[in-house]
Every structure is written in C-alpha cells, then in structure tokens.
C-alpha cells in the first residue's frame, strides 16, 4: 500500500484545514461551556456562535439572524424544505426540483408525497443542465417552493440558479437552493443568487463534520423540525457545536477567501486531467463542458464497471469515486446520469475525480499514467 492517499475524493469530503482546526480546538477544551447558560463560560460559547454566525453572514451577504446552524448539509435540506411545506400547505401542496438533486432533497421530496404533497421532477439536458423556462412552466397556484442545486454533485454541473430565483421571485414563490457543492468553489452571495434560502455543510471545504448552515430570507417562515429548546430561534432545539459551528464559520471563510488564489491552480489541474482521460479509447465528460465546478472532472467508460475501476485505484493508493449511490452489493446506476440520458453500457462505468487545493501536478500525472492501463485490463476482462 502506497505511503500516502493520493485523494481525489474532494466531493465526497475535505481534510480539516489546520487553520480551522486551531480556532476549534479552545471549545473542546477550555472554553467548554454550554452558549445556553448564562455564566461566564456559557457567554463565551455564546460570543463564539454569535461572532461565527457574523462572520457566515458576512460571505453571504446576509443578516446573522438569518443563518440557522444545523448538524450537515443533509439537515438544511430537510428544514428547508419540510420547514416551507409544513408551513405554506394552507397556501398549496406543490413542490419543483429538479431529477438530478442529491437524495438528501430528493428522498425528502418523496417523503412528503406521503403526506399529500406533489412533485414536479424537472428534466435536465444531456449535461445535466436545468431550464430555467421549464421552471417557469411548472409552477401553479399551488406551488409553494422551488429547490434547485447550486452545482451538481456528481457531474459538477453549474445551474443557472441566479436565472431560476429570478423566475421565482416574479411569481412569489421561495426558492432553495442546495449549495453544498458550491460552498468551496463559487460566489455565495445570495442577493445575487436570489435565494430566499440556501443550504451549505462545513466539511465539503476543509471545515468539520457534523456542522450544515442554512440561509433563510428574513420573512420567510419555516416550521421548526426539531423540536426541544429554543436554540437557533427556535429554529433548531439542541445544545449548539459550538466547535463545530466556530469550524464552519471559519472554514468558509478561509475558502472564500483563498477563492481567487486556489481556483486558476485547481481548474487548470481539472483541465489537465479532462484532456488525459479523454484521451483513453470509448471515455466521455459527463457534465457541462465549461459550466462545471472547478474541481470536478467526471466520466464514463463503455463497457466497464465503475467500482472495478475504483479498486484497481485503490491499489495504487488512489482515492475516487464512482458518483453513484451503491446499496448493499447492488450497484444501480446513478439517477444523475440516467436523468442525462446515458445508456447502461456507459451509466455503469462512471468515475468522478474531485480535486482539492492539496493536489499537486505529479498526482494527476500519476493517475493519468495508471488509468488506461487499468481501463485496459478490465475491458479485457470482460471482454
Ligand atoms: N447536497 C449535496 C449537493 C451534497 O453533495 C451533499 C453531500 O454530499 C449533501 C447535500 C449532504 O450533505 P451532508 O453530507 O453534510 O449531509
């Protein structure tokens, strides 16, 4: 086994930066206190969340009151939008997303379709892009939210999110917009995104585990979906992270900061890696060509398994993924590519390489020189 993972899982999930690491450390130790109780220690705890919800807000260019601290990205999804739905089914039971979600959205779709609400699932082109028009063309009277990733996941497809708020806004209906992919790698602004809310989780751009952030609109009214104390106002009952959220808001902060410097070195990485895999006989780019995150370089390979591919990685100490959701032993291909229109022959053998700011030019070399050997040997295999 090589000495160290070359990772290019960065989607999946990022190192703690040592920086972050530093600001968190003091709030597991010291300054333990409970940010409920009102003595010294308790106002310290306080302070920290206080100043981290400052500092969050001031990325986004929001209120601080409008940041709720959750415990991961999964979570702001499911307050979002069971938060909206509980609160506007009075007004309508029609939901919009769109087919190529994160399950943390999708699956939380499903579960209020239980409960007499609808989805509408929109399409996406063959890059996984979605149109803003058939947005437009969905919403109803009953319609009581739209949620629309920032970029994809899998593919690395940007959505035109700016466009789709803008659309929302015009009929008052709120928008959500998923950016946990988004946190380490595009501007956040959200007047400029025109999200009524957003979601975001630390541990995607070198912050911990464990810590989700959503924004929400001052106005927009969300029914609570833990309930307990009156933490978060009322938001979100439970003793706060207070290490974790102190990580967060750091995190994002040293991402969005180092944003210009990072991104040029990680893009051209990207492209390099984009223009060696192509080179390898029946591969394609999955996602859009240019409107896609600057670290994601994702593809497919005909007439190859995904995971095989990721195991022959491992070997050589290559850390990847397939992009796909595989549920004991069964591997079903992933519901991005299948929303794209990839046949099975190809929707089986995808690889997604997330870079991260840590990966050097020699990693990619050393991945460009064992991957189509490894393709090679499997299509042999199979053949
Ligand atoms: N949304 C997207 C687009 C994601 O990629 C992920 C995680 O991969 C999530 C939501 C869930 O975030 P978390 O792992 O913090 O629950």
Redo the contacts with the bound molecule.
Sequence with gaps: MPERTIYFDH???TALDARVLDAMLPYFTTEYGNASSIYTLGRHAMQAIDSAREQVAGVLGCRPTEITFTG??????NLAIKGIAYTAQKKGNHLITSSI??H??LHTCQYLERFGFQTTYLPVDAYGMVDPDDVGRSITDQTILVSI?Y???EVGTIEPVAEIGRICRARKVPFHV?A??AGGSLPLRVADLNADLL?L????FYGP?GV?MLYTRQGVRLLPQLQGGSQERGRRAGTENVAGIVGAAAALCLAQEELPRVSPRISALRDRLITGILAIPRSRLTGHPTERLQNNASFCFAGVEGESILLNLDLLGIAASTGSACTSGSVDPSHVLIAMGLPPEWSHGSLRLTLGKENTSAEVDMLLSALPGIIEKLRNLQG
Excluded: L
């Design positions: 989607a999946a999930t991961c990205g999964s979570e702001s999804d979600e994160h943390a959205v990733m970029a994809n996941n998923d946990v992919q979601s989780s630390a541990h995607k585990k989700g």
